[in-house]
Nanobody, 124 residues
């Protein structure tokens, strides 16, 4: 079984910074993409950023230039540094790990996993 544990988040003022981290645990053989999604009240969950094992990143337009995603493959951990926060960044942030293979899984077999979410609140 694979679990994703998120840390970080909390309360920040507009213009401030917060950081998130997410570690995947279990008998993991490999993980393809790791990323962060968010869901604001009354809105659908949306991609914030993701990163593949080679370090190629993808960002939502709304966070480009302000957020930075990074990853430690050896630790199965993904990070999100959030700078210049805006009130509209307020949401529950969820960690995601895609195409996760555990030891013993056949090739081309992978599952998608979600963390439980961590709340980020940005005040004006």
């Amino acid at each position: 079984q694979v679990q994703l544990a998120e840390t970080g988040g909390g309360l920040a003022q507009a213009g401030g910074s917060l950081s998130l981290s997410c570690s995947a645990s279990g008998t993991i053989f490999s993980i393809y993409a790791m990323g962060w999604y968010r869901q604001a009240p009354g809105k659908q969950r949306e991609l914030v950023a993701d990163i593949n094992p080679g370090g190629i990143t993808n960002y939502a337009d709304s966070v480009k230039g302000r957020f930075t995603i990074s990853r430690d493959n050896a630790k199965n951990t993904v990070y999100l540094q959030m700078n210049s926060l805006k009130r509209e960044d307020t949401a529950v942030y969820y960690c995601n790990a895609d195409q996760v293979r555990i030891v013993g899984d056949p090739p081309d077999y992978g599952k998608n996993y979600w963390g439980k979410g961590t709340l980020v609140t940005v005040s004006s």
